[in-house]
Each structure stands twice: as structure tokens, then as C-alpha cells.
């Protein structure tokens, strides 16, 4: 028998759904981080990776707004301890839940004065000045001493990086930096830079 020619929907990604077993869990993790923390808030973050987070002091969780207020409850009726109902109603956009043991005045004061340096994302306005002078193109801590009065240490965006080592780029990613703007050619298998660049402005300038 001749196969079928119809159109079929094929799936091109390899994720598989999470399903109802895992949201369940996640249920269950929230509801016991609200037995093991005396404060519960709701937060949200721009541009900032989740992995600075990680060095709060307190539980974190990003979970779906569905399933976050189905463990704290959506009334009297079904909330999972008194007045955990309350908080699901700001469950709204891209938010997530913070529990901690720490007071409202100690939680806000901690995350005023906690900042870490980070690579920029699209729509971030540029604090400096750097011009790039021509010859090899370097990046990571070798960038930041040499373009930057700066002591800080930025994070190598990917694991594939540690094969090249934090301070030059590998020459495969040549085309893409000249697709970027950048004047670049290969010179014995490092990137070059053809001449001087300006690689940003300060706002303030």
C-alpha cells in the first residue's frame, strides 16, 4: 500500500512536557518552604540573570503563576495555611516567590545595596566610554583589565569557553563578529581587529 503524502505535524524539539507529576512536586516544594519560612514575598526581575540570585540567603521559586497559586490557594476554601491566599491575587506577569526568615526593612535593604556585574542585554544604556585599538581581539578578565579600571570578574557565558580559555575568542566566531559591525579578520588563527573601534559611549558623555 502507497504511503501517505498528507502533511504531518512533526515536532522539531527534543524537550518532552514536564507533565502533571512535576507540577505536582512543585506544589508540594512551595507549600514546604511556606512551613519552613516566616515571610513569604513576591518579586519580579528585569534583565537580570537568575543565577545571582542563588546567593540569597532565602528559598526561590520561578515556578508558573498557575501552579504557584494553586499551592498557596485562591481562597479561604482551599489555601494551604491562613491568608497564603492573599498573595496569589499578585501573581501576575513575570513574577516568582521569595521565602525567607528575614523581615520586610532586612529583605529590602539586602537587595538595595546587592548588585553584580554582569554582560549587557539588549536596550542596556552604556555607563563607559570604550574604544578598542586594533590587533587581537581579547574578551572576558583579559578584556575588563585591559579596556576597564575595574576589579570586576565577569562569568564565562558558556562551559565550550573554558576550552579556549576566558580571554580570547575562538576563530570560528570570526564571521559573526564582522556580521556584528566589528572590522575583523583571522591573522594565524586569532582575530584581529583591522583598526580602531568604538565599541560603545557613556550615556554621561
Known sequence: MPRSKRQKIVSLTKAESKGREHKEKLV????????LYQ???VYSVN?????YLK???????????????KALGSGDADEYKENTSKISKFLTGE????????PLEQTVDFFNNYSESDYAKTGFV???SISIPAGELIRGDAFISSYLSSDYVM???????TLYGSDV????MEPQLRSLGLPTQLVKGKIHLTNDYNLSSSSAA
Open 126 to 128: 552604556s555607563t563607559v
Open 39 to 41: 515571610y513569604i514575598y
Open 55 to 69: 546567593q540569597v540567603r532565602s528559598k526561590l521559586n520561578s515556578s508558573r503563576n498557575k501552579v504557584m497559586a
Open 169 to 172: 575568542f575562538p576563530p570560528n
Open 155 to 161: 562569568p564565562i557565558d558558556d562551559e565550550k569557553d
Open 95 to 102: 513574577v516568582g516567590l521569595l521565602f525567607s526568615n528575614d
Open 28 to 35: 508540594v516544594d512551595i507549600q514546604q518552604s511556606v512551613d
Open 47 to 51: 534583565n537580570m540573570r537568575n543565577s
